[in-house]
């Protein structure tokens, strides 16, 4: 059975990585961004400062799989209607330069996008912005 997911607002410039998987393996974002820097050599050796950490998709589906056993797989987006289990979403600024992709997590139990970035206000979400949706229990 599905849980309703747990709100975490990134607390790092970058974090919004951490925050969106903080929230589906349900784990504090402080706990999960500490457990990422224990892990992953590059940043033991001090190459990435602790508020810097922000991944791309197929590193946040590996780190699933490996650290936590949880399965997914990629999907094609068309529209929140179409999902049916949680998913992250990395989105695309449609207007201005193209300088940054950020992640939300779509919760299926209340059918809401989870932004742990309070500063944005997602008000367009489609095919031609989400570049990347991870479904999470997938393959």
């Not at 309703?4 to 402080?30: K, R």
């Not at 820097?37 to 991944?55: A, S």
């Not at 990629?74 to 209607?81: S, W």
């Not at 209340?110 to 932004?115: G, N, P, V």
């Amino acid at each position: 059975m599905k849980r309703q997911l747990e709100f975490i607002e990134q607390l790092d410039q970058y974090g919004c990585t951490i925050a969106c998987m903080a929230m589906i393996v349900g784990m504090s974002y402080f706990e999960l961004r500490e457990m990422m820097h224990r892990k992953m050599d590059k940043f033991r050796h001090g190459f990435v400062k602790p508020g810097n950490i922000g991944f791309g998709c197929i590193e946040f589906k590996l780190y699933l799989k490996q650290w936590f056993g949880i399965s997914s797989e990629f999907i094609k987006f068309c529209d929140l209607d179409d999902l049916k289990q949680h998913c992250v979403l990395w989105i695309a600024p449609l207007t201005g330069p193209y300088t940054y992709i950020h992640a939300v997590v779509f919760d299926s139990c209340t059918r809401r996008i989870l932004d742990p970035n309070l500063q944005d206000k997602i008000k367009n979400l489609d095919k031609h912005n989400v570049v990347c949706c991870i479904a999470i229990g997938g393959k």
